[in-house]
């Protein structure tokens, strides 16, 4: 460990080095191979290991790489120093892609690190799925017991930041700067820097209203959190998701963070204020200084957690999206996945399977995720095509047509609603367009009866053509969905728009043609 490390400023690299160092724990190594081959899905957190247990696994099994970071751009940041940390950091980057290219899908826990995999590594963004980091949700502490606890932490009225970290370089960066710019900017406030981040302040001043509490249980961390009015994320560089910050949602705390500590979080605007280092103290001290608004985003911020964070939420759904791949591995994956979210609509959707029953192109699967208080009674039966059917109590369109796509096998993305009436050609229609590598996607036309009369709200895209990106009838390469993200769940509440956010982001990446082929019909609905 001393030679791998040797001249290397950053100091441990025992991690990243470990596949070099594996023969030290041959049991270890020996464990690991036995466990990785008798799996039917073998899983690596982490690209360390991939060379020692690569010799052991079969080409039937579902290989995973669940990706806390893009390792490759992380080690470079952190190790490039024109010496022995940049060929550590080369040798992650080798590392690193070889296991990208072996695996059968990448999980990665943040837009952002979905499109550092796709650029820096090339590889089939198809393989991408999202696997947003969390924390459980468990319950919100009552004040009566907020109260408790500060009078046992000896805090007075003061309005507390809390901030918590482990001892990392981007973690000694932002205690540094609680340290030295944000507590004698607010001296009427009482900051909180703990966990093991707290030795990059030692043997500095501390300013008078600065505690640091050094390494704490899980039990004092809960109560800090209890305690705290203002969760801070002052970030200046690393990469992927911050967990302090689902920590800090969990909690019910407002959150002042740099857009690099909020990186990776979608669906999370109302819960926090992005400030960079010149107006941090100033987004702090508005906080402060008005209590509802703390209350307000400290219940978004409980409520981001709850839709989109929850391990509850996130385990189950991921679970699924890796039993269906595994299970189906050796199936020839369909052209199309139709993708349909539904709520309350269960005559309608037997009436768009009878549609999609009908279809002339008949490589396509169908994923439907269905958000009614019960199941469809249709799910069962057998509609001459391959359905994957989800029941899932999370509301909202954006999220069920992404749950659809993590799980779709498909090479492109067809999306439609439930009440749609896709003509027999289709997706026929659509298959051509896909020949052009350009094309990242295909705008469908859609077309509705009472076009103009006010009694009725009609959905057609006729003459619209590149504007609005309809979900009614949108057809999307899979690795471009993914490589995005899929629809940003930013635009849920309120539901507005997220198709059209979707495709144009799309047309940044790639050609969004339009087709009249490929048509659906939009039935009216009274005003």
């Known amino acids: 460990v001393d030679r791998e490390s040797q001249g290397v400023a950053s100091g441990t690299v025992i991690d990243i080095t470990f596949h070099r160092l594996g023969a030290l724990s041959p049991d270890y190594v020996a464990a690991a191979r036995r466990a990785a081959a008798g799996a039917d899905v073998v899983v690596f957190s982490h690209p360390w290991c991939w060379p020692l247990v690569a010799p052991a696994l079969r080409p039937d099994q579902l290989l995973v790489y669940d990706a806390h970071n893009v390792e490759g751009l992380l080690r470079l940041d952190l190790l490039d120093d024109g010496g022995r940390g940049t060929e550590l950091a080369r040798d992650v980057v080798r590392l690193e892609l070889a296991l990208c290219q072996a695996a059968d899908l990448i999980l990665a826990c943040s837009v952002e690190d979905a499109e550092g995999f796709a650029r820096l590594y090339g590889i089939d963004a198809g393989k991408l799925r999202l696997a947003p980091n969390g924390a459980f949700a468990g319950g919100v502490t009552l004040e009566a017991e907020r109260a408790a606890i500060r009078t046992r932490l000896e805090l007075d009225a003061a309005p507390v930041g809390f901030f918590i ?28 820097v703990a966990g093991g981040v707290g030795t990059s302040l030692s043997g500095a001043t501390a300013p008078p209203n600065l505690t640091v509490t050094g390494m ?62 010149l107006t941090f103290p100033g987004a702090v001290r508005a906080l402060a200084d008005d209590a509802v608004l703390r209350a307000e985003m400290g219940a978004a911020a409980r409520r981001t957690l709850e839709r989109h964070y929850a391990w509850e939420r996130i385990s189950p759904a991921t679970s699924r999206v ?34 999609l029953t009908a279809q002339v192109f008949s490589d396509f699967e169908v994923v439907i995720v269905d958000q009614s208080p019960s199941p469809w009674p249709g799910a069962e039966a057998d509609h001459g095509f391959r359905l994957h059917y989800v029941h899932t109590d999370l509301r909202g369109a954006a999220a069920a047509r992404n749950t659809g796509a993590a799980l779709g096998r498909g090479a492109v993305i067809a999306f439609t609603d439930d009440d749609c009436e896709p003509h ?39 003459g619209f053509e590149g504007i609005g990106f309809m979900t009614a009838n949108l057809f999307v390469r899979a690795g471009a969905f993914h ?23 799309l047309q940044e990446i790639g050609k969004v043609p339009f087709s009249r082929e490929a048509w659906v019909f939009h039935p009216p609905h009274r005003r």
């Open 322 to 355: 890796l039993a269906r791949h595994a299970r189906e591995k050796a199936e020839a994956a369909p052209f199309f996945t139709v993708v349909v979210p539904t709520y309350r609509r269960h005559d309608r959707l037997d009436r768009l399977a009878e549609r």
């Open 216 to 277: 704490i249980e899980e039990e004092a961390k809960r109560d800090w959190l209890c305690a705290a009015d203002i969760a801070l994320n002052p970030m200046f560089g690393g990469s992927g998701t911050n967990v302090k910050m689902l920590d800090y949602f969990a909690a019910g705390l407002p959150v002042v963070t740099t857009a690099t500590g909020a990186r990776g979080l979608r669906g999370a605007a109302a819960g926090m204020r992005v400030a960079e280092a």
């Open 424 to 462: 027999p050609g289709w997706l026929a229609g659509a298959r051509p367009a896909f020949e052009d590598p350009a094309v990242v996607a295909l705008e469908g036309l859609i077309l509705s009866d009472k076009v103009g009369d006010p009694e009725w709200r009609w959905v057609t895209n006729d």
């Open 165 to 192: 970290g482990s001892d990392y370089g981007p973690n000694a960066d932002a205690a540094r700067f609680i340290a030295d710019r944000l507590a004698p900017a607010l001296p009427e406030m009482r900051f909180v």
């Open 483 to 505: 490589r995005l993200g899929g629809f940003d769940p930013d635009f849920e509440e309120p539901h507005f728009r997220e198709d059209t956010d979707l495709g144009w982001r």
